[in-house]
């Protein structure tokens, strides 16, 4: 089984693109979660998606950031008009979504530099 | 209120010896989640090891182990026969409302584990 797949590994973007990050979930889940994560910090949440459904945006700022997960497709992470406080490591998650332990199962995570 | 917390930054452990990881939480939830993963210096997480907060018995893979202890809310990691792959940063992490289904988790500063040969 493949695990968690994101894309690009590492982006560098100049301040004012655009940012696109991409994870397609391990097979058999259809919960996604983003989080990021700051040098020598911890990850902290972003949003949580399910299939054509964001169920909860509260980590993700309100402004230039956006996310989806299409009915066919990987989820995307969208940063627009980046600025250099958006350099982090972003990571995906998947689960089952079922109750009891429902494991988050990473990705490789995308390094994201803004020149 | 940090609902995870970390206080050792740095650990180092000799090879084959045992070492501990503390992590203590704060939830009023009394369903929840506590897990922990590891993460190298190529830079991914891999999920370790989960206790639940209904589980009557501490949690084991392998040479991980769980020591919770409810009352005090704690869930240190227990690594036995420490090697030398296991130098890597180390986060604690919780999720609560178990019962409820899929939620966000809340992950700890992290300690940073370097065996010595």
């Known amino acids: 089984n493949a695990g968690v797949m994101q894309n690009p590994r590492h982006l560098v973007r100049r301040r004012g693109q655009e940012a696109r990050l991409r994870c397609s979930p391990m097979k058999g889940h259809s919960h996604v979660y983003w989080y990021r994560q700051l040098p020598e910090e911890g990850l902290k949440f972003m949003v949580y998606l399910q299939k054509e459904n964001i169920i909860d945006e509260s980590g993700m700022p309100k402004e230039r950031f956006s996310a989806e997960f299409p009915k066919e497709g990987p989820s995307i992470l969208r940063i627009q008009q980046v600025v250099r406080g958006d350099s982090a490591a972003y990571f995906c998650a998947s689960s089952t979504g079922l109750a009891g332990s429902n494991t988050q199962y990473f990705g490789p995570g995308t390094r994201l530099t803004v020149l | 209120a940090q609902k995870i917390t970390q206080t050792q930054p740095g650990m180092f452990v000799q090879e084959k010896e045992a070492v501990t990881l503390d992590c203590t939480y704060d939830t009023s939830d009394p369903s929840y989640g506590l897990f922990w993963y590891k993460q190298p210096s190529s830079g991914e997480m891999i999920f370790l090891i989960y206790?639940?907060?209904?589980?009557?018995q501490n949690a084991t893979e392998g040479r991980y182990s769980l020591n919770f202890q409810k009352a005090r809310k704690s869930a240190n990691l227990v690594i036995s026969a420490s090697q030398l792959g296991d130098s890597a940063m180390y986060f604690c992490?919780?999720?609560?409302?178990?019962?409820?289904?899929?939620?966000?988790?809340?992950f700890g500063t992290g300690t940073r584990l370097t065996v010595i040969p």
């Open positions: 992490a919780m999720r609560e409302g178990v019962q409820t289904g899929a939620n966000n988790l809340f």
């Open positions: 206790q639940g907060s209904y589980d009557q």
